[in-house]
């Protein structure tokens, strides 16, 4: 079983709407969690970190789930510019080492 | 302006041949990565360093090898002993858990 896990996707879905993805991964010793964003044949960037509370930034919600090992990336209103891989990372415990997940790809239809 | 550079953008190589991609950043971390990225994947860890003449492999190590002799440098050597050299690779550094990339190095060996 992979550490970390995503939809396979790809996703395909109307400028507008609203979509999810989801990631689980495997590691109780878990620490961190974030959604990163790859743009094509580009290096991924930091979209948001995720906190055990939720948090929300403008169109984008991320949830963690400690307890069923479960992450999740809601976006509203999606845009044109929104098309791109997002990937699930959790850290391992006590190191500053990233696992990727292996990308979900986003594109969205005007 | 701070940030990471990778060279060169694109790489090519012969088979049986050793090749250095070189990383520097400019962020004042202390901690450097490399990972590689195949189609439809996510990032492996190849080799991280948290401090300067230090470094741990990572997942994937064998057939690579690195130097840290200065805090802004970490460069990587993909030496003949690599199966699968062709692959897209990243070069990181971070601030606690957040990772920044460079732009990458697309390596194909003919």
């Known amino acids: 079983r992979k550490e970390v896990e995503q939809d396979p996707g790809p996703f395909n879905v109307p400028e507008g709407a609203t979509v999810a993805f989801n990631c689980t991964y495997s590691?109780?010793?878990?620490?961190?969690f974030f959604w990163y964003r790859q743009d094509c044949r580009k290096e991924p960037k930091l979209l948001m970190s995720?906190?055990?509370s939720g948090n929300e930034d403008g169109r984008f919600t991320a949830q963690l789930n400690r307890a069923s090992q479960y992450i999740s990336l809601l976006i509203r209103d999606s845009k044109l510019s929104d098309s791109a891989t997002y990937l699930c990372?959790?850290?391992?415990?006590?190191?500053?080492?990233?696992?990727f997940g292996q990308g979900t790809r986003l594109t969205i239809n005007p | 302006d701070g940030g990471i550079t990778q060279s060169p953008k694109y790489l090519f190589r012969k088979e049986g041949q050793n090749v250095t991609l070189s990383c520097e950043q400019n962020?004042?971390?202390?901690?450097m990565y490399w990972y590689r990225q195949d189609p439809g994947q996510g990032l492996r860890l190849i080799y991280y360093?948290?401090?300067?003449?230090?470094?741990q492999k990572g997942d994937i190590a064998e057939g690579y090898s690195v130097s840290r002799e200065k805090k802004e440098s970490f460069p990587l050597t993909v030496t003949s002993a690599q199966k699968n050299p062709t692959a897209f690779y990243l070069c990181?550094?971070?601030?606690?858990?957040?990772?920044?990339f460079g732009p990458g190095t697309r390596l194909t060996v003919l």
């Open positions: 590691n109780s010793a878990s620490q961190s």
């Open positions: 360093s948290q401090i300067v003449n230090d470094f």
């Open positions: 962020l004042n971390h202390d901690a």
């Open positions: 995720v906190y055990s």
């Open positions: 990372v959790v850290t391992r415990q006590g190191a500053q080492k990233l696992v």
């Open positions: 990181a550094s971070s601030r606690e858990y957040e990772q920044f």
